[in-house]
RNA sequence: GGCCCCAUAGACUAAUGGUUAGGUCACCAGCCUUUCACGCUGGCAGUAGCGGUUCGAAUCCGCUUGGGGUCACCA
């Protein structure tokens, strides 16, 4: 049987790391196993819903590079993918299992079931009590037809037969054991027609002939639910992996209130796709143990599900930064520039050569997390330094520095070989000359043509600058010392 | 609290009965140097605890402790 394996999240927001951690993961096996990844959009609380989610939630798995197989706006054999356009299905099927007596309609209104728990003096588990509740069960099916005739409200419970053991084999957890006490007898169609998720995944998920069940662990304990289920309609059950949560600092499950969950919102910091891909996918997994950076490929190639770890892993942002500045050392700086075109646009710093921006990326590439630093850390590659660090210019501007520079600069306003090799011997050769140490002008020429203390290698920076803008801002320098301007 | 899951350094992980317990991030030191980085070298640091099984346990079993998840007409 080939592998199907789905994504099923709801449109309430946006998507979240452990959403896309979870995507993933079932792409991979998908990919892995040559078999079909499919998204199904659960979208069956009405009250939650959140406009453009789901175009939202597809854009983000997009960005990731994850693309999925059959889902909405894709179609498929199995649609449509949307639970909220698959009602009849659900209605469908909750009449079949209450034929089959295996759940029962139920009338209580949720102030009868509030109090109901209240009364429940155990501070244990407060399970619907099905034998004193205004139900099926306790008021006859002649009853029950005539309150449903008559338009009240119901909904549809599940049946828990008492103390068995529901056992299951999770491909990641191995054996899990449940005794069917410790389950409520959950509400499988609501009262306003809609499926609770319960119901809904196990209908589709059989339907769209899902083989693996690849889910976050927070659904661990609700899987015997679904068990019971699959063994109420008779159907065969697919195979669980319930993956280890991602975690906050604190080691709780990742949320918002510790920093940024959402997806779009590491694109929008500058995060690379392929870098936030490779780290998230090193979260409760890693192929080998001497290798942290691999392609897509390579993980499609060694995911291995059973080799998923089962505990909680730290979403730790250091190590994400690590790992996107590996990506940012190597990527082509051709790809590089096209991120840094828009970021200049919106400073307004345009005019620039696509070959002169390339050789300004490569100058910082590795002094920078983000390109959208550029403008900031490399601000001088696009507008004369403006000012000049006090600090640095108090260090290493002596009283003679001026004297000696004049001739310096005579030799480059004379020199058309402005390659930073060749600077450099011109530099040291005029320098050695006078017996002097290349640190003592090097900072001087820093200092004049980029104000600033830190930054590429200087003769770099001067070849890639090019002579005329060099020799203009150690002039202007110069001019401004001069009027004692600074 | 009941139930379920989990447990290798501060963090991510490798090692599926035999290793001086390996790698990565972070941190620290040194080197490189033209500043800042990068890079290189080295270092700090771990099998939660206690029993058991075994010639031999991070690995298997039990208990304890700790952490997490879940207990809705939400997913």
């Given at each position: 049987?080939?592998?199907?394996?789905?994504?099923?999240?709801?449109?309430?927001?946006?998507?979240?790391?452990?959403?896309?951690?979870?995507?993933?993961?079932?792409?991979?096996?998908?990919?892995?196993?040559?078999?079909?990844?499919?998204?199904?959009?659960?979208?069956?609380?009405?009250?939650?819903?959140?406009?453009?989610?789901?175009?939202?939630?597809?854009?983000?798995?997009?960005?990731?590079?994850?693309?999925?197989?059959?889902?909405?706006?894709?179609?498929?054999?199995?649609?449509?993918?949307?639970?909220?356009?698959?009602?009849?299905?659900?209605?469908?099927?909750?009449?079949?299992?209450?034929?089959?007596?295996?759940?029962?309609?139920?009338?209580?209104?949720?102030?009868?079931?509030?109090?109901?728990?209240?009364?429940?003096?155990?501070?244990?588990?407060?399970?619907?009590?099905?034998?004193?509740?205004?139900?099926?069960?306790?008021?006859?099916?002649?009853?029950?037809?005539?309150?449903?005739?008559?338009?009240?409200?119901?909904?549809?419970?599940?049946?828990?037969?008492?103390?068995?053991?529901?056992?299951?084999?999770?491909?990641?957890?191995?054996?899990?054991?449940?005794?069917?006490?410790?389950?409520?007898?959950?509400?499988?169609?609501?009262?306003?027609?809609?499926?609770?998720?319960?119901?809904?995944?196990?209908?589709?998920?059989?339907?769209?002939?899902?083989?693996?069940?690849?889910?976050?662990?927070?659904?661990?304990?609700?899987?015997?639910?679904?068990?019971?289920?699959?063994?109420?309609?008779?159907?065969?059950?697919?195979?669980?992996?319930?993956?280890?949560?991602?975690?906050?600092?604190?080691?709780?499950?990742?949320?918002?209130?510790?920093?940024?969950?959402?997806?779009?919102?590491?694109?929008?910091?500058?995060?690379?796709?392929?870098?936030?891909?490779?780290?998230?996918?090193?979260?409760?997994?890693?192929?080998?143990?001497?290798?942290?950076?691999?392609?897509?490929?390579?993980?499609?190639?060694s995911f291995d599900i059973e080799k998923v770890n089962k505990g909680g892993a730290v979403f730790d942002r250091a190590k994400l930064e690590w790992m996107n500045f590996q990506y940012l050392k190597q990527k082509p700086s051709s790809e590089l520039v096209e991120l840094l075109f828009p970021i200049l646009e919106s400073k307004a710093m345009t005019g620039f050569a696509k070959d002169y921006l390339e050789n300004v990326i490569n100058l910082f590439r590795e002094r920078i997390k983000f390109i959208?630093?550029?403008?900031?850390?490399?601000?001088?590659?696009?507008?004369?330094?403006?000012?000049?660090?006090?600090?640095?210019?108090?260090?290493?501007?002596?009283?003679?520095?001026?004297?000696?520079?004049?001739?310096?600069?005579?030799?480059?306003?004379?020199?058309?070989?402005?390659?930073?090799?060749?600077?450099?011997?011109?530099?040291?050769?005029?320098?050695?000359?006078?017996?002097?140490?290349?640190?003592?002008?090097?900072?001087?020429?820093?200092?004049?043509?980029?104000?600033?203390?830190?930054?590429?290698?200087?003769?770099?920076?001067?070849?890639?600058?090019?002579?005329?803008?060099?020799?203009?801002?150690?002039?202007?320098?110069?001019?401004?010392?001069?009027?004692?301007?600074?």
């Open positions: 049987m080939s592998v199907r394996v789905r994504f099923a999240p709801s449109p309430t927001g946006f998507l979240h790391v452990g959403g896309l951690r979870t995507a993933l993961y079932n792409y991979l096996f998908a990919k892995h196993h040559k078999g079909r990844f499919v998204l199904r959009i659960e979208d069956t609380d009405r009250t939650r819903l959140v406009e453009n989610a789901v175009e939202n939630l597809i854009g983000s798995l997009h960005w990731a590079g994850i693309d999925y197989d059959e889902g909405p706006g894709k179609g498929g054999d199995y649609g449509p993918y949307i639970q909220s356009e698959r009602l009849d299905i659900y209605k469908e099927y909750s009449e079949m299992l209450h034929e089959k007596g295996a759940a029962y309609y139920a009338f209580d209104t949720a102030e009868e079931i509030e109090e109901m728990r209240k009364r429940e003096p155990s501070e244990q588990f407060t399970k619907y009590d099905r034998t004193s509740m205004k139900n099926e069960l306790t008021l006859g099916e002649e009853e029950t037809r005539k309150l449903i005739e008559s338009g009240s409200s119901y909904v549809l419970r599940l049946k828990v037969p008492g103390n068995t053991i529901v056992v299951f084999d999770d491909l990641i957890r191995g054996k899990v054991e449940v005794n069917t006490a410790e389950i409520d007898d959950q509400v499988l169609m609501k009262s306003d027609g809609y499926p609770t998720y319960h119901l809904a995944n196990v209908v589709d998920d059989h339907l769209m002939k899902i083989t693996q069940v690849i889910r976050g662990e927070e659904w661990l304990p609700s899987t015997p639910k679904h068990i019971l289920l699959y063994e109420a309609f008779g159907w065969d059950k697919p195979k669980f992996a319930h993956l280890p949560l991602l975690l906050n600092p604190d080691k709780t499950k990742l949320s918002k209130r510790q920093g940024s969950v959402a997806v779009e919102d590491f694109a929008k910091e500058g995060y690379f796709n392929d870098a936030f891909v490779n780290f998230i996918a090193l979260l409760g997994w890693n192929p080998s143990s001497d290798r942290e950076i691999y392609s897509i490929e390579e993980l499609i190639d959208k630093e550029l403008p900031e850390t490399a601000g001088y590659m696009f507008h004369s330094p403006g000012d000049y660090e006090k600090d640095y210019l108090d260090k290493h501007w002596r009283e003679n520095t001026i004297e000696i520079l004049k001739p310096l600069l005579e030799k480059y306003r004379q020199e058309n070989d402005f390659s930073h090799t060749n600077l450099y011997e011109l530099t040291k050769t005029y320098i050695e000359g006078l017996g002097m140490k290349m640190k003592e002008i090097i900072h001087p020429i820093r200092l004049m043509i980029t104000g600033k203390s830190a930054g590429a290698g200087m003769f770099e920076t001067m070849e890639v600058l090019g002579k005329q803008e060099c020799i203009k801002r150690i002039e202007e320098f110069i001019k401004l010392k001069e009027s004692k301007m600074i």
